[in-house]
């Protein structure tokens, strides 16, 4: 066992944490946060795996990938949280339900 | 605000139990699901081929006509530099996006700004400012780049923006411009470099290196002031003068003659 394959290990846990979660809460920002964790398993993954190549140094191209994703994933944070505002807003409430508003 | 945290907490904590809308069934099912993924992946993870060194050598041979000396940037702004562009236009996406979902931000400040704020806020700026240079420069040659630099400087936005709680007007009309000028300059690069090299965003390779530099300060602005704005949540617009002159707001030139 190599230490980035342990890295990528925590990735796939931090990974499927995330999707727990995602699943479970009612709470839209608890559902974002858990987006997020998950989000950051697959950066972690990537950038694991990236070091997995023979050579001294690292695959640059999947480091790159994940620099992008991480600029994609806070824009994507920050529209879903401004969604969320929104959405209490007008609902007056984050918490989803199972009741179908009238 | 933190007591009236506390207060709610145990509140909330007896809530947890009863968030997931979900039946003990699904519950259940959710676990095992999660968990099964959780196998197959680290499976996967287990038996996967060695690697081949096709990119690292690809990306090594090419680092001569790429302009820059570190890898990453080579990637990120000339090999792979559609995806950068793209993801620019997401952040200008996702910022005008915002601006139109939530119409009122709450910039307005309710009480004056602690004096020790400010001196934290007069203190750190020019060395945010320093330091997000620094990065966009060393990006060509060590890890940095116009990414980190704009995270760096809109660090230094966001304290702004918290601290004096109102910008300055004519902040407001350069904002627009500022936001958008990382990607206009980015698709005016790539179309000139089509012009003279016939390729989208393939740079003379004796002028790569000025080019990328130029997308990545151009890119590091817009990135500061989208993230920043991505933070306030609004369009910053909406606060004119008038209504904020009555409240508790801050500027540097009463507070320096103050002193």
Not at chain 2, 23 to 48: C, D, E, H, N
Not at chain 2, 84 to 91: F, S
Not at chain 2, 215 to 232: H, K, P, R, Y
Request: hydrophobic share 50%; glycine share 8%.
């Amino acid at each position: 066992m190599t230490v980035p394959n342990m890295y990528a290990l925590v990735g796939v846990g931090l990974l499927c944490m995330g999707l727990y979660g995602l699943v479970m809460h009612s709470h839209l920002v608890r559902k974002i946060l858990a987006l997020n964790v998950s989000g950051s398993g697959v950066f972690l993954f990537l950038v694991a795996l990236a070091d997995q190549t023979p050579g001294p140094t690292p695959d640059p191209v999947p480091h790159a990938m994940v620099l992008t994703g991480i600029v994609v994933a806070v824009s994507a944070t920050a529209l879903a949280l401004a969604l969320a505002c929104r959405i209490q807003q007008v609902n007056g409430t984050l918490r989803l339900s199972d009741n179908e508003p009238e | 605000m933190t007591t009236e945290f506390s207060k709610k907490l145990p509140e909330i904590m007896t809530r947890r139990s009863a968030e997931s809308l979900l039946s003990r069934s699904g519950q259940a099912m959710t676990i095992i699901g999660v968990s099964l993924l959780a196998l197959i992946l680290g499976y996967s993870l287990w038996t996967l081929p060695p690697f081949s060194d096709r990119m690292v050598t690809l990306v090594s041979d090419n680092m001569a006509i790429s302009g820059v000396e570190n890898p990453v940037t080579a990637v990120l702004l000339n090999f792979r530099g559609y995806d950068t562009l793209l993801e620019i236009g997401v952040l200008l996406l996702a910022v005008v996006a915002v601006f139109s979902i939530a119409p009122s931000p709450a910039l307005l400040a309710t009480s004056p700004p602690s004096p020790m704020a400010t001196l934290l806020l007069r203190l750190l700026l020019p060395f945010v400012v320093l330091v997000g240079g620094y990065i966009l420069w060393v990006g060509s040659y060590a890890p940095g780049g116009a990414f980190q630099a704009g995270a760096v400087l809109a660090a230094g936005g966001i304290l702004f923006t918290t601290v004096t709680a109102r910008w300055h007007p004519l902040a407001n009309k350069a904002i627009p411009f500022a936001m958008g000028a990382g990607l206009l300059i980015f698709v005016l690069v790539a179309l000139a470099t089509m012009m003279v090299t016939g390729n989208f965003l393939q740079y003379p390779e004796t002028r790569a290196g000025m080019l990328i530099l130029l997308i990545e300060a151009a890119a590091t602005m817009s990135i500061a002031v989208i993230l920043t704005l991505l933070f306030v949540g609004g369009e910053p617009g909406e606060i004119s003068p008038a209504q904020g002159e009555n409240k508790h707001t801050v500027s540097f030139n009463k507070e320096n003659r103050s002193e």
